[in-house]
């Protein structure tokens, strides 16, 4: 999305950003509930000088030399530390004894981009009950998520599964939705006894997973690991089958636009919640062009976000703008010409329509 520091700090609504909106849900937990609920940052070199030294470098394809060696000594050298550092992070940064000390047993551990994955006591409660050391919180696959991970029966235990670890031919049965009917949300409940338990021991073996990437035209691996695949070294590990309404990521512009939207509203709680005046129960279908793919391209390109409650689906190409007040309902299609600038003015109310150019409109 073009960020150059983190993703939550990207404003969401109301002048709040995505921490924002955290920090309220957690407020108003400990405020409701009389408890002290912590919250737990984990940052990377890109957004934290202090951790430089946890960098990983990319290694080229070609000879899978470190692409830092190859010249290339800056960010893109090196691999952004995934989710899956999760647990070693909670053991060295001193965080899990610290929590431990606090009486506190299970961590919930979330993207910070997912606006839905706020806390659920009857999740945790199940956990407790079961005594189940960690869940993953999955949700039914559509469409738009066949590439998301998924859980698997293999040796014997439940281990994930994540579309890089796929054989090129087997890429098509594995995004089938029949096939493999759910997907892993990255929503994390676990047990603190048991990450220390298994951290001393060295006993999170989790797959490395190639991730192939370009940096200035040279082909390139990233190497990353996956919190969820942490399932399998876990007892009494489960998988929870949730709502969709707690899986709402922002990973693009697109999300960006759904998410500022009349679709969903805040509540004085920090929580992001779907407008019941929807009909629909699926959200419109929303494809942006590139000009939109950068955070502040896209922000400088709307007056104000348009009502979008009775939109089924929306393609922009070309150099658009939307002025305020801008309603689209049912099928739109905003093309602008190669070279020309088309302004959708203020207060335009576009329902089923192709626009090539103001005369449509």
Partial sequence: MGCTGPKSVIEVRNGLTF???????IEALNTKYGCTVPLLLMNSFNTHDDTAKSQYP??????????????????????????GDVFPSLMNSGKLDALLSKGKEYVFVANSDNLGAVVDLKILNHLIQNKNEYCMEVTPKTLADVKGGTLISYDGKVQLLEIAQVPDQHVNEFKSIEKFKIFNTNNLWVNLNAVKRLVE???LKMEIIPNPKEVDGIKVLQLETAAGAAIRFFDQAIGA?????RFLPVKASSDLLLV??????LTDDGYVIRNPARANPSNPSIELGPEFKKVASFLSRFKSIPSIIELDSLKVT?????????TLKGNVTVNAKSGVKLE?????????KDVNGPEDI
Avoid at 19 to 25: G, H
Avoid at 241 to 245: A, D, G, L, Q
Avoid at 318 to 326: E, L, R
Wanted: net charge negative.
């Fill in 19 to 25: 921490l924002d909106l955290i920090v309220k849900q």
């Fill in 58 to 83: 990319r290694m080229v394809i070609e000879d899978f030399a470190p692409l830092p060696c190859k010249g290339n000594a800056g960010k893109d050298g090196w691999n952004p530390p995934g989710h």
């Fill in 201 to 203: 021991a060295d006993a």
């Fill in 241 to 245: 089958n949730v709502p969709r309404s």
């Fill in 260 to 265: 500022q939207s009349d679709l969903y509203t």
């Fill in 318 to 326: 070309g150099d658009v703008y939307f002025g305020a007040g801008i």
């Fill in 344 to 352: 959708i003015p203020d207060g335009a109310v576009i329902a089923n």
